[in-house]
């Protein structure tokens, strides 16, 4: 990477330097700064929950759409939420249903006429209820029923604690997703974000939709690169708390964190192993910046990538056995592909002369990468098992910091344009568009974590 391209991006995402930030800097510093600078943003530290207020734009509908009528469930009037809004907003959101709203209450086991909601152009119907039990935990019963034929299609009944009511219609969401399309659903997953207000940083933790912000830190230093673990109870991260950027890993469940790579020079661009027992590493100890293994839990780490270049942004196959990385070995930041064991790496993109922050799909078949083409910062993604089509799939040109759903059905990346900060969720089709953003300010670095347990 020269030293132009390097001061375009200190320039384009100048809060991404830490404090005490020298532009004098040796080149390689520089570059590995710049280079990571794309999918990395600023974070914080300290536990409550952060009352954020997001707002989430949707634009765009499926090449298919399933017409279902979403009743209101019945209660004693003792439920603090909402419920049925989150599951008609889930199903909405997903681009494929048509949510059709009866303006009638419609409980599990009420006898349901199919020709009336036929007539209201419904082929499903969802009713329910929801009541307080004695030991002050809520009951949801549902029924999911083909109005068509007249069966039901699921029944269930779920009984958990205030705190997981807004989780359990995501999981009642789910449920008439995944009967009705076949397809595993994204609902009550997690996503991981950075909010970026004055001079604080916060690490974010928050249902799919933006909604139940959680904030396990917060802190006036930047902290980048936040990534899941493969259990969804770890993010990994770097801090720069130190004055230097540190790779740590911080337990969501209990709060513990402990340092894993604190090595000389710049640690930097956690990705997990599959197995969630070690992390692929970009460290400048031996000079330049290269890709590392090390134990999840930390120690020594072993060389993955020897070259001249810049390596850094690694991210794992599927399969554990390749890592897909950023380099400028060849002279202009490219995408590549090395096994875990080292040797030769591929280069895997050609399209433009600028491709970075490799992310690839649960199933292994499609990249999802940053590109720039005509001046401008897009997310793209290439079939890697086919033909090696590639798609733009944004068109703000200030994207960065793409993430797969763990379905595989959506990428989820941060963008600029607009004049504020913010996280867009795009279908892999490019058909649905989905914009959240934040009161908590600038809001970047989203990563999606994996199926919840």
């Not at 909402?82 to 303006?103: E, H, T, W």
């Not at 958990?160 to 997953?189: C, Q």
């Not at 004055?243 to 890993?249: D, E, G, S, T």
């Amino acid at each position: 990477m020269n030293n132009d391209l390097a001061h375009e991006l200190r320039v384009k995402y100048p809060d991404l330097a830490p404090r005490g930030y020298n532009p004098r800097m040796k080149r390689a510093s520089i570059a590995a700064v710049a280079l990571f600078g794309l999918l990395v943003a600023p974070l914080s530290y300290d536990l409550p929950s952060a009352q954020a207020q997001m707002r989430i734009d949707v634009q765009g509908v499926g090449a298919t759409q399933y017409p279902i009528a979403i009743a209101t469930f019945s209660t004693d009037g003792r439920v603090p939420q909402d419920l049925v809004a989150v599951i008609r907003s889930d199903l909405a959101r997903s681009g494929m249903f048509k949510v059709i709203d009866p303006q009638s209450t419609l409980t599990e086991t009420a006898n349901v006429n199919g020709a009336d909601f036929r007539n209201r152009g419904a082929d499903s119907v969802l009713g329910g209820s929801i009541q307080r039990t004695a030991d002050g935990r809520y009951e949801i019963r549902y029924r999911l029923t083909d109005v068509v034929r007249q069966t039901p299609l699921v029944a269930e009944a779920i009984v958990v604690t205030e705190p997981d009511l807004r989780l359990a219609a995501h999981r009642v969401a789910d449920a008439v997703y995944e009967k009705i399309t076949g397809d595993k659903s994204i609902f009550s997953t997690r996503i991981a974000f950075v909010t970026k207000q004055g001079t604080r940083y916060r690490l974010n933790v928050s249902d799919w939709d933006g909604e139940n912000v959680q904030t396990p830190l917060n802190s006036p230093e930047p902290i980048i690169s936040p990534v899941w673990s493969p259990d969804g109870d770890r993010l990994a991260y770097v801090s720069f708390e130190a004055r230097k950027p540190i790779v740590y890993v911080h337990t969501l469940s209990t709060g513990q964190r402990i340092v894993v790579a604190n090595f000389k020079g710049s640690n930097s661009a956690p990705a997990w192993a599959p197995d969630g027992r070690s992390l692929a590493v970009t460290l400048s100890r031996d000079g330049s910046s290269q890709l590392y293994l090390i134990d999840a839990r930390g120690g020594e780490a072993r060389r993955v990538t020897s070259s001249s270049g810049i390596d850094t942004e690694p991210t794992f196959s599927p399969d554990g056995r390749s890592i897909y990385f950023t380099s400028d070995r060849g002279g202009s930041p490219q995408i590549y592909r090395v096994s875990v064991s080292g040797g030769d790496a591929s280069r895997v993109t050609f399209g433009s002369g600028y491709n970075v922050s490799p992310r690839v799909s649960p199933d292994g078949k499609t990249l999802a990468f940053v590109t720039r083409r005509d001046g401008r910062f897009l997310v793209a993604t290439k079939d890697l098992a086919g033909g090696g089509t590639e798609q733009v799939l944004s068109d703000g040109g200030l994207e960065e910091s793409p993430s797969f759903a763990p379905n595989g059905r959506w990428i989820m990346y941060a963008t600029g344009a607009g004049g504020r900060d913010a996280l867009m969720a795009v279908s892999v089709d490019g058909r649905v568009k989905q914009r959240l953003t934040s009161s908590l300010g600038d809001i970047r670095e989203p990563t999606w974590g994996p199926f919840s347990k």
